[in-house]
């Protein structure tokens, strides 16, 4: 009797605590709510020790309060919502307690895979965000199998990064960057790809590719060959140097420097054109716009680059700093850093967390449009 009694007034509390949220961010949603929340769940070792718990159980108390946050973004109109679960850096820990916390996390990971999960009951889509071939291969393979049984879900989208530092992020990124342009550049430096002309000058092969012409007919070692690579812009790039520099004359005159071999074929390929073979203008053309690297490509690289960045950094524990976390999508974002240890987050917390958002959201507009 009194167990049903006890069940019947926690449904009751839960409906009103449920009725008490809806009002509650209907009043919020007058104003503008974070499309993207990113979270650092910091002190949950600290709070196990204040509590006086056993090692891990402050992880654990912290992986509760996740679950009621994802659930408050979640009714709130949240779209996006990134957790900081495990550094690369905290690979550095004792093995016991990175074992424990891989244990842990294989858990939970295994656990959003239930169909009363959260993650199921609000349509939610999950990414592991990080470097995942440092994780042991159980738990690579568990998070390889949320992702693809979550793959159809749209409602919203629950990035979780680990084994993960922002640095490790842009290094794979521009390394990624570099390569698929080499890649695209790389056909344009064959013999044949560009005209499918090639013909001998001094018993040389020259192609109206540039690449190889200079490597055999002036021996450029490779590092030179690089620089004489971009050379088809080298004018234009010259010509910037001076225009944004111009007491900077070794700068110029380097960059004239590395043009000088680059001039004689074109004076090769000009006194051609009288024998009617005319200069492949366009795969020049070609070469020059590959050859750029912009940001969008390094961008386009980046583990983060399925959701759109940060409206607002949340950091539990009072600590104002990032961390190595998401450095490069956080320019313009909002770092909100209450007190309260994570196990200690609460509806409040996030709730002041929006009305700093909305406090300051003119503000943060602004700077991204002049960004």
């Given at each position: 009797?009194?167990?049903?009694?006890?069940?019947?007034?926690?449904?009751?509390?839960?409906?009103?605590?449920?009725f008490?949220?809806?009002?509650?961010?209907?009043?919020?949603?007058?104003?503008?709510?974070?499309?993207?929340?990113?979270?650092?769940?910091?002190?949950?070792?600290?709070?196990?020790?204040?509590?006086?718990?056993?090692?891990?159980?402050?992880?654990?108390?912290?992986?509760?309060?996740?679950?009621?946050?994802?659930?408050?973004?979640?009714e709130?109109?949240?779209?996006?919502?990134?957790?900081?679960?495990?550094?690369?850096e905290?690979?550095?820990?004792?093995?016991?307690?990175?074992?424990?916390?891989?244990?842990?996390?294989?858990?939970?990971?295994?656990?959003?895979?239930?169909?009363?999960?959260?993650?199921?009951?609000?349509?939610?889509?999950?990414?592991?965000?990080?470097?995942?071939?440092?994780?042991?291969?159980?738990?690579?393979?568990?998070?390889?199998?949320?992702?693809?049984?979550?793959?159809?879900n749209?409602?919203?989208?629950?990035?979780?990064?680990?084994?993960?530092?922002s640095?490790?992020?842009?290094?794979?990124?521009?390394?990624?960057?570099?390569?698929?342009?080499?890649?695209?550049?790389?056909?344009?430096n064959s013999?044949?790809?560009?005209?499918g002309?090639?013909?001998?000058v001094?018993?040389?092969s020259?192609?109206?590719?540039?690449?190889h012409?200079?490597?055999?007919?002036?021996?450029?070692?490779?590092?030179?060959?690089?620089?004489?690579?971009?050379?088809?812009?080298?004018?234009?790039?010259?010509?910037g140097v001076?225009?944004?520099d111009?007491k900077?004359?070794?700068?110029?005159?380097?960059?004239?420097?590395?043009?000088d071999?680059?001039?004689?074929v074109?004076?090769?390929?000009?006194?051609r054109?009288?024998?009617?073979?005319?200069?492949?203008v366009?795969?020049?053309?070609?070469?020059?716009?590959?050859?750029i690297?912009?940001?969008?490509?390094?961008e386009?690289?980046?583990y983060?680059?399925?959701?759109?960045?940060?409206?607002?950094v949340?950091?539990?524990?009072?600590?104002?700093?990032?961390?190595?976390?998401?450095?490069?999508q956080?320019?313009?974002?909002?770092?909100?850093?209450?007190?309260?240890?994570?196990?200690?987050?609460?509806?409040w917390?996030?709730?002041?967390?929006?009305?700093?958002?909305?406090?300051n959201?003119?503000?943060?507009?602004?700077k991204?449009?002049?960004?």
């Amino acid at each position: 009797m009194d167990k049903h009694r006890g069940s019947r007034l926690s449904e009751l509390f839960g409906s009103l605590g449920s009725f008490f949220r809806k009002c509650l961010f209907c009043i919020l949603s007058m104003g503008p709510i974070p499309n993207h929340f990113a979270f650092i769940m910091d002190g949950n070792r600290r709070y196990a020790k204040k509590e006086k718990l056993e090692e891990g159980a402050g992880h654990r108390a912290g992986f509760s309060v996740l679950m009621s946050m994802l659930k408050y973004c979640y009714e709130l109109g949240v779209t996006y919502v990134t957790i900081y679960a495990f550094s690369i850096e905290n690979f550095k820990r004792k093995p016991d307690e990175v074992q424990n916390l891989m244990d842990l996390i294989l858990e939970k990971i295994e656990g959003l895979l239930k169909e009363e999960s959260l993650v199921n009951k609000y349509g939610i889509r999950v990414y592991f965000i990080g470097n995942l071939k440092l994780l042991s291969k159980p738990v690579r393979v568990a998070a390889e199998k949320v992702m693809k049984a979550t793959a159809n879900n749209t409602k919203c989208v629950l990035l979780i990064c680990i084994a993960y530092t922002s640095c490790d992020e842009i290094v794979q990124a521009v390394h990624e960057s570099c390569k698929n342009k080499w890649e695209e550049i790389q056909p344009c430096n064959s013999p044949k790809s560009c005209s499918g002309r090639v013909e001998e000058v001094d018993g040389k092969s020259i192609d109206d590719g540039i690449g190889h012409s200079v490597q055999e007919l002036f021996g450029v070692q490779t590092n030179e060959l690089r620089a004489t690579r971009a050379s088809t812009f080298c004018n234009d790039v010259a010509e910037g140097v001076e225009r944004t520099d111009k007491k900077s004359g070794v700068a110029g005159h380097a960059v004239h420097g590395s043009c000088d071999k680059w001039g004689e074929v074109q004076s090769l390929e000009a006194s051609r054109t009288g024998d009617g073979v005319i200069p492949n203008v366009k795969s020049e053309k070609l070469l020059v716009d590959l050859s750029i690297l912009k940001v969008v490509d390094i961008e386009s690289h980046m583990y983060m680059s399925v959701a759109p960045n940060p409206d607002i950094v949340i950091r539990s524990s009072g600590e104002t700093r990032l961390s190595n976390f998401l450095l490069w999508q956080t320019s313009n974002c909002l770092l909100y850093s209450p007190n309260a240890l994570w196990p200690d987050m609460r509806l409040w917390h996030l709730v002041w967390a929006v009305l700093d958002f909305q406090r300051n959201h003119s503000y943060l507009e602004k700077k991204k449009k002049q960004f």
